[in-house]
């Protein structure tokens, strides 16, 4: 590939965006961003000009930063196009590791099949900032890739890098408090994906209080721009109910605290989907909390449910679970909130079902149905309570009505539950929640394993997210913390 | 691969280190550092409880560091014989990528034909510190290597790691001064190895007065370990005497100094052999000190010429070159440090054959021999000039028979002086210096492309550099600095 | 003075203060926080027991918190009797001075009549966060010396020391910006005494954009707490309305700006009244500007008149002034913000009347009437420019119908200036004011000074400011920011 | 004061100081550095120019430096003589006093008689650095003092300011170790008093191992100057010999460690002299260590004696104590170090005198004669062991015949200890230590007290060590740390 055909090439490639955009080709001006980024993206991998391509990189970011979105989608192809392999390369290499099948041949043949974007990217991230520009191109890959399936392998490729670049021992744990610069915590308002921070009196009340706790990961080459965040109060008891919780903001002293409770929990950049972290922040904090507050017994979380109401409303609708006629009634109408009595009848039967849905409920893959019980089960917690109603917001009644659950973290059983959960999909629960699991005999009728595409079943925005790729699971967890459903 | 499998595994590998070292098979205790590390590797690979595998990783690193050097050897035999790849998956993923050479078939095929060692690697890096062991267990390696070529392949998986962890977006460029902690401060003398620092009065003149300057290259993980470091001074004029520049420390200010001399640049860790940052670090200090001191117009360095003498010495032995016979006499008895006169009558000659093996004698790979030319010309510097006697230390000497040169660093130049370099092998350099190259007929009859094995002209220490592997090569340039030859 | 006596003085100061606040004497539990806090007190000064003086100190300002408005004041009582001097002591030293007037008979006097609170106070300093602590006890006291002018030298012994504690040398510029924590962020708002921050986001508009700065002085031994700060916008030209100028936030590049505009200067301590610093916050901030912004070439302020309207009233009630009769309709019924044609017909007037207060009007001390006039002029700046309407806030309007007026702080006039103003009460103004000035023949018969009680001429919170106390006013200015008047 | 008669001051001045040093009057140059100083002091205090009092105490600071010795002395005779106080001012405010003794006329003597000097240095001290210039002005003070006496004055007011800049809740206690910086780290090789600091290896080995600690006190305002520092050594037991403990660094695990050990104490600053700080130092490092390593159970000094040889010599000289011809023989020849059979024989002896000199010889003051002893008793620890030898160093040697002690440090008890010391003058001691006390009935004929000028019973530089000015005495406590004889 030399310099004129590449010359050929962005040619070619502008009037390909040009007529995938709807424009004439060859009717603009050729030395427009997505020109110009193209061809520094050549002299980035091809020129051996070592000297400038920390300039380079810069220049190719700012001009990626001005591209539209139907740029950005010629770009990406652009990637795929002229950046995949050479093919004659891993022809040669694997007919030489056929042959023999070693460790230097398989060093060239990886070597070979390596799509030259990745190294590409790695000399975007050459420049100051590179690496958030990089992490923003991947979220906008995201959005894309729905309608564009065929990019999906140049995921795989952002993904590979990220789970180097975003590697565990690659992260730093710190305290949000109310002395963090306002420049992150106006971040942390915006990224707060559970229970959104009204304004910054509330954020106050959530960091300030000795009875709160914030605590993310960040980057060293980000910056202030927060990985994951989780929130955390301090309790005497396991708290039962969201609304309260952040009501009760700054009511315990530290010394009173028995309890640390996780009950938001957010992934704040969508350019690191399925680069999750949260397994690692959890665990973090619990050490940190223990050797700070000596005093704590107990690590729950308080969680939402949030595949409750649809898999509840399917079942209904297509599988013939029969529901009494008062629950029927008040699930309708939504009008239980401030009506005691009618919580109190209602209670026994909701409560079955939810505790059904979490503990037999399968998604097509074995493991639970809801993907915050998949994402602390699999990470070693055990289903602790039900909360109902634990969240009277309209999402909560929207999602779960109303419900909210705790799962409990007790560090010598984390490695157990994992072991159960990860070969036997066991949920491990508490004997209560067994015992409500198992209540309502009607629910034996209904299937207990999903028996079309899962995630129809699931919150919209969850459903989004595609399977973490392989690659990108591999150092991290493959779970990304999904009390953020945005994310 | 079940536990029981890695258990016979374990056994055999066991018994085959102690084979390998003349043990009996079976003789020892089992539960051995190299046992446990075996295991632990095998857990954080397989099993699927990522909850503890932080924990996991800082056992196994702990494991590793008691190794002796045998243990090491039958622990990089077990990573390259029992983490290399599923033969049956590549041969599958190829059949695919034949069939339809898509991005989909190669990302699979990318996926499959990664060495699993790979995998292990970034999982132990987990671990707070991980990465700073995994560096010097790649030091472990490359010390173990020439006799053992069959690992090889193993040296590529952790360069192609260190690629991403180590690229340039991640590093941090620090001053170094009389306020930076002692911590630090002892491994600069540790770890200088052009003009060695003899205490820390020695550092101190380096450091702190106010024509002094000197940085490094640090990266988050690592802490307080320097990854490579730049010594500077600030003079008027360019100086041609290493030994004056270190007795002048403190003798020009900030206002009077016109020029920046890196006269010392020292790779800090064998484990990042061919990960050179050198390249990056002298353009950064070229900016820095542009903004912070406007006076500079010059930036320059003060070198050595490793090779010089004993290319001569093979010239004269080997390929008939004829010296006179005072020089043939002075050199043979290294007399003429103290004799003003000798020098004067060596000088035109001596410089003469220098300007000759620094401008004309090539490497098999067709770029100068001299390695320190090959790094400074490579980043596009240019031959300033040569200086005689420039180190009269016994080891300046030794190596170059005291001569040292400048390369200059011209920031409107750098790029196409590299681009010269790069696709002519030419030799950018000063009218001056072009003239000396050419002063000695008697050369002509000498090889100017080196014929046998190249290695063996360069000084031990340089010689046991392996050619960067590719992989590494990539997000940084392939060209470590050279002038720390320790490294 | 004895332990036993101690144990007497307590009684009855218990005694006394419970008689002030109403109390039957010797009915009540004797350990009461005024009590504890008296006897630690006595122990502090006169017991020999040093090894406890940290936790005793802490203990005292603990038990002084607690006490309410009444034991305050006794314990200010206590002080007042019980910690002035040793008679005997200072006429035995006065007597051996009268003597022999020599610098050891004067240290001697001088140390027999320091009142032994210092001492006190200095002891009660040992503690961490005593300063702080202390600052606001002095704060209580101001705001009981109006009904207790006894004990107004007390306040003296306070500001003696807080002249020391609080020295220039002391303090330490620091530029608050949006990445300050917010834990100060959210004292910014709180002190803004000026034109009020509304909320975080009007906040942000002050610190975050480009075009606008702020800076505070802190003192290292009461952490977080500013002293004071400034509030500054880059503009291009001198601003003259300040609502546009709060409007206009980041319409401007660092690059455009030519002026920096101090548009509010905030005291934060009300304990430090008297021991001011606006005058050094001021001129360090302009030599910050200077060195970041060269392009900077104007530094002025957008300064309120707050003794305008209150002058205006007196002068046309109580002296005679008759101003027109369009005036004198809108003033009265303060309608002239929205109606461009009734301000162009009254400004000329108004300007003029507002020109001669500011020029010709003095208080009794010689100086301009208007506080924030003599806090400028005092500095060494001139009165640069009128402007109407300069602030349409209902606060502008009624302090001073609207007025704003510009000082400007030219660095190589400040000292003559300041000299002239505090040699002859000159104010040094622009050509334009001083015409301005001179416009209204009708203002001949009014009196240019106060002939009587000048504070009625001020508003009230201003009035409430006694003289600053001779010895504070020693190491740093004694004119006190006074653009905040709250303070 | 006006201008003109400055001129005559300053011509004045200057010829006096010429004639002092020997110059001819008025054959200079009158723009002296002297001459500039003494201006700058003049406007500082007299002029109402606030604009640039930073700038003119800058210039007056650095044009002070510039002084040689002569010049300084005359430059205190400034001082001295026209920066004393207003005498007719000071008549008329006793005047009013004596008629009336209330606060209000007590707070005009005070202002009156305070010398006009503490204004000047108050107002010196604005410039940046300028702290630490009169900390250093100080310290040539008291070089000077001595041969002229009648600057003593001057002194207490230096240490009237140094009581309120320097009060214990303005000091910043920090770990030193092996982090710190550079520049910090020579500063403790420099200041280090009791044992030497070889090098920086030495140091090293002071800081770096897990069980060694340093603590120091720093100043905001005076940076990286240290005002005083302790080691710390982390033991198994009570250590009785300097040499071993020096020797044993890293020899004990902190978790092995039951005792910490304030083995070297230094004060830093000479013109801080009398404003001390190491009973607070003491005391916060306790509470450190409490708090970072409870398995801590003891915590005591390992402490020379330095008056010890000098008391016995002049105990046996002039006061007829006789000792054992075997001892007398050792002393004298002072070759006992390596023979321990002299050793065993010589060790009741001169343990029974150490115990007695430490127990019961007192200083006119009635406090012990030792200095180490009165500083740490009066902490209120207990003197806990005698060692011996327990410094066999030439200085060990020489000062106390190889005497070391332990002080211990009680927590509990530190209190009840100092009130006994300071009312009775007790020297709280072990029991082994009150027996060796008293076994030796020799002693019973030498006087307990001394009887004449006890300076001349300590080391020189101890005994040039003036009582510490009442004043300075104040929020500090009166005692310098004394382990530091160069002080």
């Known amino acids: 590939m030399n310099l004129s055909f590449l010359q050929d090439l962005l040619t070619h490639v502008g009037q390909r965006a040009r007529q995938q955009v709807g424009l004439?080709?060859?009717?603009?001006?050729?030395?427009?961003a997505l020109a110009r980024l193209t061809e520094s993206c050549h002299n980035l991998t091809?020129?051996?000009?070592e000297a400038s391509r920390i300039m380079m990189a810069q220049r190719a970011l700012e001009d990626y930063q001005q591209l539209d979105h139907e740029q950005r989608l010629a770009f990406f192809h652009v990637l795929a196009e002229h950046y995949a392999a050479d093919e004659a390369r891993i022809h040669a290499a694997y007919a030489a590791y056929r042959e023999s099948p070693d460790n230097a041949n398989l060093s060239t043949l990886f070597a070979a099949s390596e799509p030259r974007r990745q190294s590409l990217l790695r000399r975007l991230n050459l420049c100051p900032g590179g690496t958030y520009e990089i992490v923003r191109m991947r979220a906008d890959l995201l959005k894309i890739i729905k309608q564009h399936p065929e990019?999906?392998?140049l995921d795989a490729d952002?993904?590979?890098l990220f789970a180097s670049w975003f590697n565990r021992g690659f992260l730093m744990l710190e305290a949000i408090d109310w002395?963090?610069?306002a420049a992150v915590l106006e971040k942390i308002i915006r990224y707060e994906a559970v229970h959104a921070i009204q304004d910054w009196s509330d954020l106050r009340g959530r960091l300030d209080p000795e009875d709160r706790r914030c605590y993310a990961f960040f980057h060293p080459a980000i910056g202030d721009e927060p990985l994951i965040f989780v929130e955390v109060a301090l309790c005497k008891g396991v708290p039962n109910n969201?609304?309260?919780?952040?009501?009760?903001?700054?009511?315990?002293?530290e010394r009173e605290a028995d309890t640390a409770v996780f009950y938001s929990i957010s992934n704040c950049q969508k350019g690191l989907k399925g680069i999750s972290f949260g397994n690692f922040l959890i665990k973090q904090v619990v050490q940190e909390l223990q050797r700070e507050l000596p005093n704590l017994s107990r690590f729950v979380t308080l969680s939402p449910v949030p595949g409750f109401s649809q898999?509840?409303?399917?079942a209904r609708d297509e599988e013939g679970l029969e529901v009494s006629d008062l629950l029927a009634h008040h699930l309708q109408h939504d009008d239980w909130m401030n009506d005691e009595e009618a919580q109190q009848k209602m209670a026994p039967e909701l409560r079955a079902l939810a505790a059904h849905y979490l503990v037999n409920v399968k998604h097509r893959s074995g493991q639970p149905m809801d993907p915050v019980a998949r994402f602390h089960l699999g990470n070693g917690a055990s289903l602790h309570r039900l909360n109902w109603p634990g969240d009277t917001s309209p999402n909560g009644r929207q999602q779960a009505h109303g419900l909210m659950v705790n799962y409990l973290y007790e560090p010598h059983r984390i490695e157990q539950n994992h072991e159960a959960f990860s070969r036997n999909d066991s949920v491990v629960c508490s004997s209560e929640v067994k015992k409500e699991s198992k209540a309502n005999k009607e629910l034996a009728k209904v299937p207990r394993r999903e028996t079309k595409k899962e995630t129809d079943s699931l919150p919209s925005k969850a459903a989004e997210q595609p399977p973490a790729p392989k690659s990108a699971a591999d150092a991290n967890d493959s779970k990304q913390a999904p009390e953020s459903l945005e994310e």
Chains 1, 2, 3, 4 share one sequence.
Do not use: M, Y
């Open 24 to 32: 004439s080709p060859g009717a603009g001006n050729e030395d427009t």
């Open 46 to 49: 091809e020129s051996s000009g």
């Open 242 to 253: 969201i609304q309260h919780l952040l009501a009760n903001s700054g009511q315990t002293t």
């Open 179 to 181: 002395n963090t610069p």
């Open 311 to 314: 898999w509840l409303e399917r």
């Open 158 to 160: 952002f993904a590979h």
């Open 151 to 153: 990019l999906k392998p």
